[in-house]
């Protein structure tokens, strides 16, 4: 089976978790890839598209088969994120396949599905504090799911002062 190189391009370092679940949904279809996932943020790269495609084939030397960018749909919406993913990256390598994420809601709304996984990220999986997660039909609907993450983690870890 041939190994495909990728390149992962992430809205900001909070989503860089998302290249392995990309990687295991590749995997599911038979197909092996390996991303590279730069850190942008200590490249001092412009946090447009293009750029950080570019500046990422830069780093790597290299030409990849796969390039998948991660954005939030926000306030554009689905359709003008993917469009503004193909046309950054068409720019800049012609012959990738172009895998654009486009979670509707902050990708941190979905991470509010998984008690066990806030209490693990925590550093407290045992913990019993109720931590107020939505229901899973409201989970979309929240104001900002990102702060509701946080205090769910600051929640869950349930310790004080420094610790905290």
Known sequence: MTLH???????????APLADLVTDLFAEHGIRLRLQEPDFTRLKVAKDVRSKVHAGIELAKTDFDVIVVHRDADNAGHVAREQEILKAVTCVSANAQVVPVVPVRMTEAWLLLDEAAIRRVAGNPNGRVRLGLPKP????SGADPKHLLRQCLLTAADCTGRRR
Do not use: K, Q, R
């Open 5 to 15: 190189s990728g390149l992962f391009v992430a809205e900001g370092s909070s989503d």
């Open 137 to 140: 039909h409201e989970v979309e």
